[in-house]
């Protein structure tokens, strides 16, 4: 990798400024991942945070790395998400900071799926387009339905029930998907709950700006995390396709959600940031 230029090396600024101190933030699916490390980051820059995830150990082992709290829930599951803000409420008298990070791709333990990956790649290894195989007519009720339900449902969710904690100058973030902009083959499911998302992001931030509660999305682009690692034979051809060369490291999204967090974003509010490497340039 060159120091300069095509694949340069991300610089990540490492000293934190306190630009939460005072801050209470719950983010949600963040055991690992983007979650974790925007968790990471908000903890530097001096916010409380409470962190969900599906298991309460996975999610008290990262509370326990980062200095934070945790709580478990299933944020597609209304019941459970009450059931949690039940427990939020016993610890803190305000959320400041909501960030609806949590998700799935669809195909977490699926080797089917990475063996049509791998195929997928070699062929275009060979020059050949790639074609998607598996496309909508092999997507079950229960593959949609659970996509829906965890990114939109679960947006939903974790929104309703943060109102009664969340103050003036409060920040919702909610996490899209250059896949909500951009359709993908093999994706619809997926970019069908990333395009929600942004829509529910911008009637929400319609709604709450007279009490100056700020609601914003993150579209990441391709990120290096468990959720992409099925995806690995592809790798090379996305950092092809990506103007800077390279895929994103989780800082480059978790620094965005410090700044959409803060107030320093205070005019900011139903926009999309969409960290990318400029591999989808618009909004
Ligand atoms: N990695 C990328 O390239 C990328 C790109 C665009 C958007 N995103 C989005 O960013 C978010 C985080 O992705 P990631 O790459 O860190 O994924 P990841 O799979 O590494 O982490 C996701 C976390 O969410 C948790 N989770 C899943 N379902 C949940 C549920 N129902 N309730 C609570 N927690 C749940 C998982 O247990 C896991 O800890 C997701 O919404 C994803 O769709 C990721």
Not at 14 to 41: F, Q, S
Not at 68 to 74: F, K, M, T
Not at 133 to 157: K, L, N, P, S
Request: with cysteine.
């Amino acid at each position: 990798m060159r120091e300069f230029g095509y694949g340069m090396r991300p610089i990540f600024r490492t000293e934190a400024m306190n630009r939460l101190k005072g801050k209470t933030a719950l983010v949600t699916g963040a055991a690992r991942g983007l979650g974790a490390r925007i968790a990471e980051r908000f903890v530097g820059e001096g916010a409380d945070v409470i962190i969900n995830d599906v298991s309460l150990a996975t999610a008290s082992a990262t509370a326990d790395r980062l200095g934070g709290r945790a709580v478990a829930a299933d944020v597609s599951d209304p019941a459970s998400v009450a059931t949690m803000f039940d427990a939020i409420a016993a610890m803190t008298d305000r959320v400041d900071i909501l960030v609806n990070n949590a998700g799935i791709s669809g195909i977490e333990g699926d080797n089917d799926a990475r063996e049509r990956i791998r195929q997928r790649a070699e062929a275009m290894a060979r020059g050949e387009p790639g074609e998607v195989t598996e496309g909508i007519a092999a997507v079950t009720d229960a593959q949609w339905r659970r996509m829906q339900a965890v990114h939109v449902d679960g947006t939903f969710h974790c929104c309703r029930a943060v109102m009664p904690l969340l103050p003036e100058g409060g920040a919702i973030i909610n996490m899209g998907s250059i896949m909500g902009t951009f359709g993908r083959g093999g994706g619809v499911p997926y970019c069908t709950a990333k395009a929600a998302i942004l829509g529910f992001t911008r009637a929400l931030a319609h709604e709450l700006a007279p009490r100056n509660i700020r609601v914003n999305a993150i579209a990441p682009g391709w990120i290096h995390t468990d959720m992409t690692d099925p995806l690995a034979p592809l790798h090379p051809f996305l950092e092809m396709q990506t103007p800077m060369g390279r895929m994103g490291e989780p800082d480059d999204i978790a620094w965005c959600a410090v700044y959409l967090a803060s107030d320093e974003a205070g005019f900011v509010t139903g926009q999309t940031l969409s960290p990318n490497g400029g591999w989808y340039m618009s909004q």
